[in-house]
């Protein structure tokens, strides 16, 4: 028998057999991101449902020198969750199976999930205990806790509640020589030594497997309330952002911006998604207010902080939300744009962040940047602009994407010219998707030789024999 069909044997006796897929046909869902731009074969896909099944197979694979691939909800957005092209197939270990809410403690603020929870099922379980985990993105019903924590997830609860990294207590995870390392501490105080639980966040499963999480609960808001407006332009939106600081302090939950064609792009690909305001205008901003009490006064800083805006020019229209209905259709339309831009053609999508004050200017500079490249090429613009993270994506059709002479060549340097414009701004090419694949190269560009050589010797340190998610992060 080869090395290879050993393992999986092995794998099949420890798991049992149908939680170890080999087929083409079983595995395909797992091999391949879900906008089908990265595919790479795996031995095989396990599906463990204990954390001791998850370090048995990662205590078989290290023994035999096989990589290992986590994998959560495969949402990546940078080809992190899918096997490279080449080199040796790893064994996907994708932690589905590992579901429970294992624990919910309201006195305590904090929950004990494991990994492979969908964010969803997390939010709605804290939710039934009157608490509110705050971490929120377009890919709740699919994404899992162990992914969003691998890749430091952010979205559009960062202004009020910080990214993912914000809102965990503790962790528990096998490493790469499958022991077991049990952090699911619940406190928010403890000064004993290096804090190890932040080495695995973000580390996209460089490090280690997440198998559970302690994850911090807030105070569930009762009342929201919701406008959708058109400032006059990018730096009015950004005044208009102070205005609503001042007023509402930490009750401002989302600020969310998007251009004009992204905003068509979402009217024509997604049905039952129609502009809130009576024209489209060039910007548009989804603005969000939650608190535990007073759904009136709510609604009146709303209200009052729109009019001034509009009586300093600031906001050209607005409208609020009316309905608990209205207010679900104002966010479907902010959660509609990865699959409105799927449908459209092949988006370059990026990732940068910049100083909130930075954004014009970003954009302004990304714009020129993208049309001395291609003119006229269109461009769409969405992102948290109430933390500086902005998705700006050059878009091709899909016949011009066809048509290019080396598509590959074209996707890596109309990105690069991107995230030049915010690495002179002092900003980052990946604020919350990660590096995955498809960001290794401008790892290697940006991060300084010493952050570099950092992140290997801890890579080195736990991981020596670079079995555990190879290919990524680290270039
Ligand atoms: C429609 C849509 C909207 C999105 N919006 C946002 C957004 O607003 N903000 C944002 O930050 N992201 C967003 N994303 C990207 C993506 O959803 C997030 O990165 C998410 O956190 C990934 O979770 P996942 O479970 O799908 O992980 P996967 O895609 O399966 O994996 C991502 C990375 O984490 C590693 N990993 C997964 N699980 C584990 C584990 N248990 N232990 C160790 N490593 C693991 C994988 O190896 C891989 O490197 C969006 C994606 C989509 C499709």
Redesign the pocket.
Known sequence: MDAGKELVAYLQSELGAGAVLVSEAETSGYTE???ARFKGPALCVALPSTTEQVAAVVKACAARGVAV??????????G???PQKSGPPPVI???SR?RRIRQIDPANNSMVVE??C??KTVQDAAADAQRLYPV?????G???????????????GVLRYG??RDNVLGLE?VLPDGSIWNGLRALRKDNTGIDLKHL?IG?????????AATLKLHPLPTHHAMAWFAPTDVGAALKVLGLFQQACGSRLSAYEMMNDRQLQLVIKNVPDRRNPLAAMHAWHVLVELADTQGAEELEQVLQQVLEQAMEEGLVADAVIAASDAQRAALWEIR?S???ANKKEGIGLST?CAVPVSAVPAFIERATAAVHAEAPGLDIIIVG?VGDG?IHFIPMFSFDAWKALPDPDRMGKHMRHCVNEQAHALGGTFS????V?QTGLPEMAHYKSPVELALMKSVKQALDPANLM?PG??LP
């Open positions: 991101d879900w906008r691939l986590p994998q959560g909800g495969n949402t990546s957005l940078c992190g969750a899918v270990v994708n932690l590992m990994a492979g969908i964010l929120s993105l377009g890919a709740e699919s994404c899992q806790i162990g992914g969003t924590l691998a890749t430091n997830a952010g979205g559009t990214n993912t995870v695995f580390a996209e499963g460089a490090l280690g497997i997440i198998t959660h744009v990865s699959e990732d948290h993270n604020a919350e998707h990660g995955g998610n990524r992060l």
